[in-house]
Structures are given as structure tokens and as C-alpha cells.
């Protein structure tokens, strides 16, 4: 029973952190992309750059993202470390304790 919660928790947290520092990274990344001026309307040719709509979304975005990748990813690695050092150290005394006599 530990080996499949900490299997799943494993899997699960890895997912969840690569998930978090890529979104993280790629909402930064937009509000650059948008600060540069390069994010422009097909139909009227108009640039978003600084102060518009697109911008002010892009810092919300990226007030958001700035944690997801600075620090939620990365913790996730401590909790994926935290767990399975405790699996390894506590699973014998599980093993022992839920032992039968005479086996």
C-alpha cells in the first residue's frame, strides 16, 4: 500500500511541477513578447505593446506566473523528496508492525 501512494504522489507531484514552472515560464515569456511589440492584430495592423489591454492582461498573467515557476515548481521537488525519504526510513517499521506471529 505505501509503494502505490508513494508511486502516485510521485508521478502525480512530478506532472504537477514540470506542469507549473513551463506555465510559469510561458506567461513571462508573453508579457515580453508583448512589451517587445511583436503582438500586432491581422485585420488592422495595430501593435499591443505597453499599456494596453493585452499588456495589463499579460501582468496579471505574469504575476501569476512568476511564483509558478520560481518557487511552486521547484518546492514540489522537496515534498517528492521528503516523501519517498520517509517511505524508504518508515517502510520497515510498517513492514515489521504489520507482521503475524509465526510467519
Same mark, same amino acid.
Given at each position: *500500500?505505501?509503494?502505490?501512494?508513494?508511486? %502516485?504522489?510521485?508521478?502525480?507531484?512530478? #506532472?504537477? =511541477?514540470?506542469? *507549473?514552472?513551463? =506555465? $510559469? $515560464? &510561458?506567461?513571462?515569456?508573453?508579457? /515580453?513578447?508583448?512589451? =517587445? %511589440? *511583436?503582438l /500586432?492584430?491581422?485585420?488592422?495592423?495595430?501593435?499591443? %505593446?505597453?499599456?494596453?489591454?493585452?499588456?495589463?492582461?499579460? !501582468?496579471v498573467?505574469?504575476t !501569476? $506566473?512568476? @511564483?509558478?515557476?520560481? +518557487?511552486? $515548481?521547484? =518546492?514540489?521537488? !522537496?515534498?517528492?523528496?521528503? *516523501?519517498?525519504? +520517509? &517511505? #524508504? !526510513?518508515?517502510? @520497515?517499521?510498517?513492514?515489521?508492525? +504489520?507482521?503475524? @506471529?509465526?510467519?
Amino acid at each position: *500500500m505505501l509503494g502505490g501512494l508513494l508511486a %502516485g504522489s510521485i508521478s502525480s507531484g512530478f #506532472l504537477l =511541477a514540470v506542469t *507549473m514552472a513551463n =506555465a $510559469g $515560464g &510561458a506567461w513571462d515569456n508573453a508579457k /515580453k513578447y508583448i512589451e =517587445a %511589440g *511583436m503582438l /500586432k492584430n491581422k485585420e488592422t495592423e495595430v501593435v499591443h %505593446g505597453k499599456g494596453s489591454e493585452a499588456h495589463k492582461a499579460a !501582468v496579471v498573467g505574469d504575476t !501569476v $506566473g512568476d @511564483p509558478f515557476k520560481d +518557487t511552486a $515548481g521547484p =518546492a514540489l521537488h !522537496v515534498v517528492i523528496t521528503t *516523501m519517498s525519504t +520517509t &517511505a #524508504l !526510513v518508515l517502510g @520497515p517499521l510498517f513492514v515489521s508492525l +504489520t507482521e503475524q @506471529p509465526g510467519n
